[in-house]
Every structure is written in structure tokens, then in C-alpha cells.
């Protein structure tokens, strides 16, 4: 079964406003998490990644926390547009191996 | 970054076909690639780890004579759905790791079946 998991399925937010998008993780031993924006009808897009050395990483509008003490991850954008509505999903992994998404979450974003 | 390609695109087909669904990584090698199935609202499924030269690994729950899994050669992998019923209508997504320890992922852009 999934072993990560997200703790809301829907998010609505104004545009310019920051949006955040929570991920619960179960397995202590994965060490690479990313954050992934899917649109409908399309593959996974690769937004932001996280290796477990690490508790924060930013890119460009993004960044990704991570807390394993409490296995969660969370993925904070700056200034939300509505070019970013999609479903977003969490997944982890070791290397080498498949990686394991959440659930979901789909953020609507309102002008 | 790496590039992996799905072809169709989308298909259509009769019930109690099979269709073939086939999966490249076009400017890297790729010994190991993973094939998934979205089912609409849902999250993506791993169904299979298709290994080159090897038998494909079958997650719990799909039948491996149902969705046969051919790693061809270090950039082709090919998900045929045999005998296929409007069940098995989905989003069907490859992945292939950039490999060595590294993690990194690149997902082909999928492919919607549709059986009638």
C-alpha cells in the first residue's frame, strides 16, 4: 500500500496569495522526496526535490520543507498563480527504486 | 534533463484486444523502468519495475499475464494490456532513474486507454 500520504484533498486560494500542501510520510528509510504538479491528461511534472540531509530546499517560487522527525513534507508556493491549479503529489523513494506518491492534493487558484 | 517519450499517446480499443504501450528513454539508458496506472481523481500506482534483461517485478494485485512487460533493450519498454476490458481503461505512465545511486526520476508523458 502508499506509504505517503497528504492531509488535505483540496486547496482554494487567491491568486498572489502562498499556498501550502502538506504530505504525510510513513517509511523512515526513504531518503529522496519530491514534489510533483499534474495537469490533466498529462504525466508527472517534477516541481522541487529533497534529499533527508536536508530540511529545507528553495527554488524558484517553492520550497519544499521536511521534518522527519514527524515524516512530513510540505510544499510552499510563493505568490500562487493560476497557471499553478493542478493536482500536486508528493513521492518518496530510495535510490534505485520506485518511487511511492501520496494521494494528491488539488489546488484551484482564483483570480 | 533526460527525456522519455510514450507511445500512443491515447488509444481506443475494442474489448478482449490487446494494446501495446511502449516506453523509450531517448538520451539515456535505462536498466530499470517503472510502469504505473492512474485511475481518474486518483494517484499514481506502481504496477511493475520492467528490468532489462530479466524478468519484469509485479507489484501485489496485478497479474503479470494480463499485463505483459518486455525490457527489449537498455532504452525500450513495452506494457502490453492483454485481452483488455473497460477496467482496465486508465492513464498508464513509464518512468526510467537516471541511474547509478542517484534518485532522479523522468516520467513519460503517459498514456490514456480506453477500452469500449
Known amino acids: 500500500g502508499e506509504s505517503v500520504g497528504l492531509h488535505l484533498p483540496t486547496l482554494s486560494v487567491q491568486e498572489g496569495d502562498n499556498s501550502i500542501i502538506n504530505c504525510a510520510y510513513s517509511n523512515s528509510a526513504s531518503d529522496y522526496f519530491i514534489w510533483y504538479k499534474q495537469e490533466s491528461g498529462k504525466g508527472p511534472q517534477f516541481i522541487i526535490d529533497?534529499?533527508?540531509?536536508?530540511d529545507k530546499r528553495q527554488g524558484q517560487r517553492v520550497t519544499v520543507l521536511l521534518n522527519k522527525t514527524v515524516k512530513h513534507l510540505s510544499l510552499q508556493i510563493a505568490a500562487t498563480q493560476p497557471g499553478d491549479s493542478a493536482v500536486y503529489f508528493c513521492a518518496e523513494n530510495q535510490a534505485g527504486t520506485a518511487l511511492i506518491f501520496g494521494k494528491g492534493t488539488t489546488l484551484s487558484v482564483s483570480s | 534533463g533526460a527525456v522519455v517519450s510514450q507511445h500512443p499517446s491515447w488509444v481506443i480499443c475494442k474489448s478482449g484486444t490487446s494494446v501495446k504501450i511502449e516506453c523509450r528513454s531517448l538520451d539515456f539508458q535505462a536498466t530499470t523502468m517503472f510502469w504505473y496506472r492512474q485511475f481518474p481523481k486518483q494517484s499514481l500506482m506502481l504496477m511493475a519495475t520492467?528490468?532489462?534483461?530479466?524478468?519484469?517485478?509485479?507489484e501485489q494485485g496485478v497479474e503479470k499475464d494480463k499485463f505483459l512487460i518486455n525490457h527489449a533493450s537498455l532504452t525500450l519498454s513495452t506494457l502490453t494490456v492483454t485481452s483488455a476490458h473497460p477496467e482496465d481503461s486508465s492513464f498508464y505512465i513509464c518512468?526510467?532513474?537516471?541511474?547509478?545511486?542517484?534518485?532522479?526520476?523522468?516520467f513519460g508523458p503517459g498514456t490514456r486507454l480506453t477500452v469500449l
Open positions: 529533497i534529499r533527508s540531509n536536508m
Open positions: 520492467s528490468n532489462e534483461g530479466s524478468k519484469a517485478t509485479y
Open positions: 518512468s526510467a532513474p537516471s541511474g547509478g545511486a542517484a534518485n532522479e526520476q523522468f
